[in-house]
């Protein structure tokens, strides 16, 4: 059997296994150790109640001969592709028709499945540090060439930095796609609409697409960041969007999310609208209706009222971690738009020995700059996605190694 090379060329473990398979390791060798764990992502508050009681009626139904529902619609139930229409869309004024919305059951295996949409020889260019979910996947695809001395050869790589503000630069070199995901992760920092606006207008002129991951969106406070790539004037002729409700409503182990790809967006006359409907049909069965129905009750007014609750806990934690570091002396970016803060380590360290050090000196567990690209090298991300006792303790840990 002929094997993928292009899985076997993939570097070590992907970021967040390699971590956790790290602290595992520690926690086997020191079972006392009391470790915070501020590393992956991942949310921890309970689901708001609007979405449990909708949950739980949908479940019901369910089990009854009137309500139970088999396959959902190919790309989601109508009412939620309304629900998140009119909940996250008309209100900043932008347009998307229901047939430019596919319910997924992640944000994540939308970004990794997308690049299906892309020719074998597309050039891609990702800002780098980078979610590693668009390299890897499009590695996978054999897209990127070989790896070496930390870099893919056949990738751009746009750094973003505290020297340039984390505005990543325009690409210099052809490229056909830039994946950009804004609040950012790992820097959590945003860009402007005039920031913003730049790209769309240089993906216009070179018939170039944007794949831009919202997925951090709900942590935005101030009105004038944009929520969505198409408040960009343009950008539905060059931008596909994927939202998810992981962090946004706590689903990370629900599952539901969605990606809005405009009729508008069309190239070489290949409406890819109509192509990512095909491959979504042929290769994805839906999100369970009862799923659906939780998504669904997020965009309640008691919805809406609990997420946001939710939300201002892990914001405040976020203020905790930056707030904290730097009057230590720290320099910490993002955290205020963003789950996440991007620390620089102490006097360049490298980012896989501070993580040794955190572990093993502090019991915290975060993530490597480096492990998020080469630009991310010196570099160290905290999530605030702990209980706020935790990350205060995190917090004072780090600050005392330090
Ligand atoms: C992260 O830690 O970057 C995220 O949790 C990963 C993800 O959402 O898949």
Same mark, same amino acid.
């Given at each position: 059997m002929k094997i993928n090379t292009n899985l076997a060329k993939l570097?070590?473990?992907y970021l967040f296994a390699e971590v956790a398979k790290r602290v595992k390791a520690y926690s086997a060798r020191h079972p006392e150790a009391d470790i915070l764990r501020l590393g992956i992502g991942d949310v921890t508050r309970p689901l708001a109640p609007a979405v449990v009681e909708a949950m739980k009626r949908a479940a019901d139904e369910m089990g009854t001969p009137q309500g139970f529902h088999g396959y959902s619609p190919d790309f989601g139930y109508d009412w939620l592709i309304n629900a998140i229409i009119a909940g996250d869309y008309a209100p900043r004024g932008v347009q998307i028709a229901p047939d430019e919305v596919f319910i997924s059951d992640g944000a994540k295996s939308d970004v990794g499945n997308l690049?299906?949409?892309?020719?074998?020889?597309a050039k891609i260019a990702v800002t780098? &540090?980078?979610? &590693?979910v668009y390299v890897d996947s499009n590695a996978m695809a054999g897209r990127l060439g070989e790896y070496a001395e930390g870099k893919w050869t056949g990738l751009t790589y746009l750094p973003c930095n505290a020297e340039n503000g984390f505005m990543p630069p325009l690409p210099e070199t052809r490229v056909d796609v830039v994946y950009l995901c804004y609040p950012n992760n790992p820097t959590g920092t945003v860009l402007t609409k005039e920031q913003l606006r730049v790209f769309v207008d240089w993906a216009l002129e070179n018939e170039a697409l944007i794949v831009y991951d919202?997925?951090?969106?709900?942590?935005?406070?101030? &009105?004038?960041?944009?929520?969505?790539?198409?408040?960009?004037?343009?950008?539905d002729k060059c931008a596909i969007e994927c939202c998810s409700f992981s962090k946004t409503a706590g689903f990370t182990g629900t599952r539901c999310a969605y990606t809005v790809v405009p009729k508008a967006l069309t190239y070489g006359g290949v409406s890819l609208n109509r192509i990512w409907g095909r491959r979504q049909a042929t290769k994805f069965n839906g999100v369970s209706y009862i799923t659906q129905r939780a998504a669904q009750a997020v965009y309640s007014e008691a919805g809406q009222r609990q997420i946001m609750e939710t939300i201002e806990y892990y914001r405040g934690n976020a203020r905790v971690i930056l707030d904290g570091l730097r009057q230590a002396g720290i320099l910490a970016f993002g955290g205020v738009h963003s789950p996440y803060v991007w620390m620089k380590t102490p006097g360049d360290m490298p980012s896989w020995d501070f993580f040794d050090l955190l572990l093993t000196r502090a019991h915290v567990v975060g993530t490597p700059g480096e492990g998020f690209g &080469?630009?991310?090298?010196?570099y160290f991300r905290l999530t605030a996605f702990n209980t706020l006792e935790n990350t205060e303790a995190a917090v004072e840990r780090i600050i005392s190694v330090l």
């Open positions: 570097p070590a473990g690049q299906e949409l892309f020719g074998p020889d780098d &540090p980078v979610y &590693p919202a997925a951090y969106k709900a942590f935005i406070s101030d &009105p004038a960041v944009p929520r969505s790539i198409y408040e960009v004037p343009g950008a &080469p630009a991310g090298e010196g």
